[in-house]
């Protein structure tokens, strides 16, 4: 099988494992609590009733963890995976809508395309790559997702769109670093914000309570069970 495809076959592995994970199947892997909290952290959906709208943004630490955790993944096969987006922000976006009447109604990718900006952390808004903008690589990798989606989500996952922004801001700032300070936001129309901050806690080490020596998020600053104020 040529490298590309096998590049390929990895990706389908670690998208399929995601989606399962997230909507409820089982899929227990334990040594992978990091990577979970990771994806929990990193996909969104409104709590508007009757919306169905879900917004993924998908960071480098996404590849990276994923690639770390499968001792049959060469360090040359995973940095041709994460040079493919590398130079990208990615977001996945699907949005409908829910009724009695109709069940689930989903907006087309032209609709999604033209609802969907992002905001980095200075207000400034950006759209959409175009596809001429767009490595053929990186299309390649997200136009072959589509079928890997249907057969995984069904209907949501024939409906999911992917959208590609930049990886720098319009200063030269990286648009969104998971592990450095800033935020950044998916707006959809409608008032509809999707925002995260960063570093992304799921990303951040864990600490030790000098006192009790419990294990603790990484963004605490005081252990919650004795008050000890953490370095």
Do not use: H
Not at 37 to 43: G, H, N, P, S, V
Not at 158 to 185: I, L, W
């Amino acid at each position: 099988m040529p490298r590309f495809m096998r590049l390929k076959v990895m990706f389908f592995v670690f998208l399929a494992a995601l989606f399962f994970s997230r909507i409820g199947f089982v899929f227990a892997l334990d040594q992978r609590q990091e990577l979970n909290a990771l994806i929990q952290e990193t996909q969104k959906k409104s709590e508007r009733a009757g919306d169905m709208s879900f917004v993924w943004w998908i960071p480098q630490e996404y590849w990276e963890l994923s690639f770390t955790q499968n001792p049959t993944i060469t360090a040359d096969q995973a940095e041709k995976v994460l040079a493919v987006f590398r130079p990208y922000t990615i977001i996945a976006v699907v949005d409908g809508r829910t009724s009695s009447a109709t069940g689930i109604t989903y907006r087309g990718e032209a609709e999604v395309r033209s609802s969907v900006k992002v905001k980095d952390r200075n207000g400034n808004t950006y759209l959409p790559l175009s596809d001429n903008e767009i490595s053929v690589d990186t299309m390649s990798f997200l136009a072959a997702m589509k079928p890997v989606l249907a057969n995984v989500l069904g209907p949501m996952g024939q409906n999911m769109y992917f959208f590609v922004f930049p990886a720098q801001d319009r200063g030269g700032a990286e648009m969104a670093n998971a592990k450095q300070k800033g935020t950044f936001s998916v707006l959809l129309d409608g008032g509809r914000e999707f925002k995260w901050d960063m570093p992304l806690t799921s990303l951040i080490p864990q600490k030790i309570c000098p006192t009790c020596n419990q294990k603790l998020n990484g963004a605490y600053k005081f252990c919650p069970w004795d008050g000890t104020k953490l370095e």
